[in-house]
């Protein structure tokens, strides 16, 4: 065996040796007596170590958590070498103090005070030694939030007050204000400027709040047409303070549509019904929606609803929306609604509003019917809706919505004039029981409240969106009632299948009639390429009828996002 070969083994081997040396280094930590060592053992640290330096890191360690219980006096002695592998360190804990006094003498606000629990009196709070980094530190991120981004907190004049209990007084190094001086919007430079200032509410010359900020900014994904996609930035100068907020423009126009058939009860023939619905949103950058509907069923009915609705006019507070609803009963008659209404958007859950409607309705017949007249209406409104939407959620984007519109007015008709008042309701709620399992209620529902009533004036109720196992629009009465319900269950993310059972109570003063109506049923949706597609099979009955299959109706549907 040659020399070079020899010393490269012995080289190996040395290499070896201090390596696993090094990685098995021990420490034993003891305090000055037995009681101190307890104190220290029940913290707990790290007794191996690959090096020296991660061992000194965790005696470091050790005496910032002793400080933060109380042991302020505490002090390493010494930190030495036992044998080749063995390190002792040496600790002298001292008093443990339980509390602390701080004079702040009004530097802190009286709610940051509240928000951190502490008992306070006009310029001090007491705390526990223990609570004493994490409340400072609390006060300091408050403080910050408040538009001082860049105060400090410092303890000085600390003293001990007896045994067990210290006092100190707090100084705030508090630079001045700051304010939002520019807003840059990254990703959409053409988003709707209203909406920052008055949908989440942000403004050039605003005390610069980045809890608030973040809160405020996150609602842009309950906007349909944009989502947010990362958290805002702020960029400090000596003189200004710019906020960057990245949105992205989202597809927000969609296309629903649905074909329903059922067979007839007289000729006992197959007949199709369906609508198509079209809703255009933000294409000119402004928030707007324009919303089209054409509905034709299997009783020679037509409906046509256009919707126009423009937020923040003018950059103001306020928003306004336009209808047009034109309704035709084969050869009988045709009612046109018109309304205007002035919204005002609390924030982005509540909304409130006022408008005027009219409504035209004139009989087609060439003979006379006692409950069909010409009539002209018109009438003022308030509404109230609450949404709260489930933004995560594709197939159901909206957790629970609350619509309520109440308004009065008069109707004319063979010059007598008659008050009258008239209020809707429409809501539901899903209730998620898990990643799975759901459950979906909906309640909807009109009243009119008048001496006397024309068939042609009374809402029309039945099909796919109110009473299921009806034909659409094949029900109308003066008050009714329509309560949805289904069991819902996901069998994955972009599949489920559900339950349907409906009821409904409705009174029909012109006819004298009132009566209960349920359905029973099932469905599926899936989301797929093309969207959201949806099947239902309903069977609907009086509530002194049978059930029979004959009178199933099946309802397809697909909504188009694009």
Do not use: W
């Amino acid at each position: 065996m040659s020399f070079q070969f020899r010393l490269y083994i012995v080289l190996v081997i040395t290499l070896c040796f201090v390596e696993v040396h090094s990685q098995n280094l021990e420490l034993k930590i003891t305090g000055n007596d037995s009681t101190e060592t307890k104190v220290i053992d029940s913290l707990g640290y790290e007794k191996k170590f690959k090096d020296y330096k991660s061992l000194q890191t965790e005696t470091d360690s050790l005496t910032k958590r002793l400080l933060s219980i109380g042991y302020i006096n505490s002090k390493l002695i010494e930190l030495k070498k036992q044998h080749d592998s063995l390190f002792h360190a040496k600790f002298n804990l001292k008093t443990q103090f339980k509390s602390i006094t701080i004079q702040h003498h009004g530097l802190i606000d009286e709610d940051i005070l509240k928000l951190s629990d502490l008992t306070s009196g006009d310029t001090s709070f007491t705390l526990p030694i223990s609570k004493l980094e994490q409340t400072l530190k609390f006060i300091n991120a408050e403080i910050a939030n408040q538009g001082n981004p860049f105060s400090t907190l410092q303890l000085i004049d600390i003293k001990r007050e007896s045994e067990t209990h210290l006092s100190a007084r707090l100084e705030l190094s508090q630079p001045s204000e700051r304010f939002i001086d520019k807003i840059i919007i990254k990703g959409y430079d053409k988003f709707p400027e209203a909406f920052v200032k008055r949908y989440m509410k942000i403004k050039i010359g605003q005390r610069f709040n980045l809890a608030r900020i973040k809160e405020k900014t996150s609602e842009l994904n309950d906007l349909r047409f944009a989502n947010q996609i990362k958290e805002p930035e702020v960029l400090f100068t000596k003189d200004s303070t710019i906020l960057y907020m990245y949105i992205e423009k989202t597809k927000s126009n969609a296309f629903d549509g649905f074909l329903g058939f059922g067979t007839n009860e007289d000729t006992n023939k197959i007949e199709f019904d369906g609508y198509l619905n079209l809703s255009l949103t933000n294409n000119l950058n402004y928030g707007e929606t324009l919303k089209l509907l054409y509905k034709s069923d299997e009783n020679d009915q037509q409906t046509f609803d256009g919707n126009v609705d423009m937020p923040y006019m003018f950059g103001s507070p306020l928003g306004v929306e336009l209808n047009l609803n034109i309704f035709r009963k084969d050869s009988t008659f045709v009612t046109a609604r018109q309304s205007a209404k002035l919204n005002y958007q609390i924030n982005s859950n509540h909304l409130i509003g006022v408008g005027i409607s009219g409504v035209r309705s004139s009989n087609l017949l060439d003979t006379e019917i006692s409950s069909i007249n010409d009539f002209n209406s018109s009438y003022y409104f308030s509404n109230y809706v609450y949404t709260k939407r489930q933004s995560y959620d594709f197939l159901f984007p909206i957790n629970f919505l609350f619509d309520i519109t109440a308004g009065f007015g008069s109707r004319t008709f063979d010059t007598i004039d008659e008050n009258q008042t008239k209020f809707a309701l429409h809501t539901f709620k899903i209730f998620n029981l898990n990643d799975r399992n759901s459950i979906f209620v909906r309640g909807s529902g009109q009243i009119i409240d008048s001496e006397t009533f024309l068939e042609n004036e009374l809402p029309r109720f039945g099909g796919i969106n109110s009473i299921r196992g009806f034909e659409e629009n094949s029900l109308f009465a003066n008050l009714f009632g329509v309560i949805n319900t289904e069991y819902r269950y996901r069998l994955n993310r972009d599949i489920y299948v559900h339950s349907v059972i409906d009821a409904a109570y409705f009174e029909n003063k012109i006819s004298d009639q009132k009566g209960k109506l349920f359905g029973f049923g099932f469905g599926f949706g899936f989301l797929s390429k093309a969207g959201l597609f949806r099947f239902n099979y309903t069977s609907g009955k009086t509530e002194n009828q049978r059930f029979r299959l004959s009178d199933s109706k099946v309802h397809l549907s697909l909504t188009a996002t694009f």
